[in-house]
């Protein structure tokens, strides 16, 4: 069984349980719940309590159509809640695309850095991360959250998002990130429409192939919500998708997929269990 060695990381046999913990009022499926710091560092203690490996800490909403926060307000959001954290033992993520903001988490104690830009935001990021030394999240990514639908134009999403991260690799290794430092992430629901998102999770066998460890983040996706449409057309709410999201994580971490990040982590820390045990006895058999 393939067991990727992420440097600071866990380092277990199954797929690793990422929890989402939103310090923002907007996300798109939990904004505004944990928005005081005591409540998000509460928020996050319940989560690893379930079955998190890691807890990934946000502040700013990537959701279709959001603004961006100010550099301030960000680090605000996200500093004390990451020292908290960091305080009760919890290994900690930053989901950020300011390199200012990695930086500060880094210093308070966070150990890998999620872009969902894959340094595209901000050119001072690969060396932000490089310099520190931790894993980073390069995800696929075409524009920021206004425009980031109008993207969505591919002729063989797979072909293209694997081209298009394999160039982001080199270009964060030509700036000093190693290569033992790099996750990637396909980037669902970011500048993908329904279809393309089941093509790439379809297709990680060939997004595998580049190398490197795979972070899939379904959870509560647009795309689940639109499978699941009841018979008006209607598709299902982002809290109510949490089923279908183990059923992505189960087929993930089958599929030999590093880490799953999730809002509900409970039942996804399951699957992988159950998805580890499927694999190893299919290896020993």
């Known amino acids: 069984m393939t067991v990727y060695a992420v440097p600071g990381l866990p380092s277990v046999e199954r797929c690793l349980v990422m929890g989402v913990v939103n ?6 499926s939990d904004g505004g719940e944990w928005f005081d710091v005591h409540s998000a560092v509460r928020h996050g203690l319940e989560l690893v309590e379930e079955g998190a490996d890691l807890i990934d800490v946000g502040g700013e909403s990537t959701r279709p159509g959001a603004s961006r926060v100010s550099l301030e307000e960000e680090l605000a959001r996200v500093t004390p809640v990451i020292k908290g954290l ?14 200012e903001v990695a930086k500060v988490a880094v ?7 999620n872009d969902v830009s894959g340094g595209l935001a901000d050119p001072d990021m690969s060396r932000i991360v490089a310099a520190a030394g931790v894993p980073y999240v390069v995800m696929h990514w075409r524009g920021h959250s206004k425009g980031m639908d109008d993207l969505a134009v591919y002729s063989d999403v797979v072909a293209e998002v694997r081209e298009e991260l394999s160039k982001r690799v080199a270009s964060v290794m030509a700036e000093g990130v ?21 093509q790439l999770l379809a297709g990680l066998d060939r997004l595998a192939e580049l190398g490197f460890p ?3 983040g379904a ?27 183990t059923a992505v994580t189960a087929l993930a971490a ?28 299919g290896e020993s058999g």
Request: hydrophobic share 45%; aromatic share 6%.
């Open 107 to 113: 210093e308070a104690g966070a150990r890998l850095v």
């Open 23 to 28: 310090v923002t009022p907007d996300s798109f």
């Open 219 to 245: 959870s509560r996706k647009r795309f689940l919500g639109r499978l699941l449409a009841g018979p008006d057309g209607i598709p299902r709410p982002f809290g109510a998708s949490d089923d279908a999201t």
């Open 254 to 281: 089958q599929a030999g997929a590093w880490c799953v990040r999730v809002h509900n982590v409970r039942p996804n820390a399951d699957a992988v269990r159950v998805a580890a045990a499927w694999r190893k006895g």
């Open 178 to 198: 190693k290569e033992s430092q790099i996750i990637l992430d396909p980037g669902l629901g970011f500048s993908k429409q329904a279809e393309q998102g089941w």
């Open 86 to 99: 960091v305080a009760e033992g919890v290994p900690v993520s930053v989901d950020t695309m300011r390199a």
């Open 214 to 216: 795979l972070i899939i």
